[in-house]
């Protein structure tokens, strides 16, 4: 066998090995990621929604608390990997309207506000709603002792 066959064999095996911290750190990632803004939302909500106001966003206030509810219990949510596929799709949801009315009028970089970050937790989130939360999660855990399959 060649020594190239012999690495991607090796680094296959590691990689298979590895999938499941890489899914808790992902989500732990992700959880670090939405909790300051989760947190400066709830700490000036008149503000946030007066914000979304001058957006134009329909029912600005409700949205506020929804936006920071989401995010608030996406912390959570993905912590403990409980849910995880319901949380990812709505705050993928939430990524995809920061994108289209914040974000994509100032381009693409992070530096000026563009939609680089929004978009990077977005495909980060969809990582975790096609593959789920992995082995280290309470989804793992309850769908295993009630015999149901991931």
């Given at each position: 066998?060649s020594k190239l066959k012999?690495?991607?064999l090796f680094?296959?095996?590691?990689?298979?090995?590895l999938?499941?911290?890489?899914?808790l750190?992902?989500r732990?990632?992700?959880?670090?990621g939405?909790?300051g803004?989760?947190?400066m939302?709830w700490e000036?909500m008149?503000?946030i929604g007066?914000w979304?106001k001058?957006?134009?966003?329909?029912?600005?206030?409700?949205?506020a608390?929804?936006?920071?509810?989401?995010?608030?219990?996406?912390?959570?949510?993905?912590?403990?990997g409980?849910?995880t596929?319901?949380i990812?799709?709505l705050?993928?949801?939430?990524m995809l309207i920061?994108i289209?009315?914040?974000?994509?009028?100032?381009?693409?970089?992070a530096?000026?506000n563009?939609?680089?970050i929004?978009?990077?937790?977005?495909v980060?989130?969809?990582v975790?709603f096609?593959?789920?939360?992995?082995?280290y999660?309470?989804?793992?855990f309850?769908?295993k002792?009630?015999n149901i399959?991931?």
């Amino acid at each position: 066998m060649s020594k190239l066959k012999q690495l991607n064999l090796f680094l296959s095996f590691l990689g298979q090995r590895l999938q499941n911290w890489a899914l808790l750190l992902l989500r732990f990632v992700l959880a670090y990621g939405f909790f300051g803004p989760a947190i400066m939302k709830w700490e000036n909500m008149q503000a946030i929604g007066d914000w979304f106001k001058s957006l134009g966003y329909p029912f600005p206030y409700f949205n506020a608390y929804m936006a920071g509810t989401i995010e608030f219990l996406g912390v959570i949510l993905l912590i403990l990997g409980l849910g995880t596929r319901v949380i990812t799709s709505l705050l993928i949801f939430v990524m995809l309207i920061a994108i289209t009315t914040v974000h994509l009028r100032n381009g693409f970089e992070a530096g000026s506000n563009g939609f680089e970050i929004p978009l990077y937790y977005a495909v980060m989130l969809f990582v975790l709603f096609a593959f789920g939360a992995g082995k280290y999660s309470l989804d793992h855990f309850l769908c295993k002792k009630n015999n149901i399959e991931l």
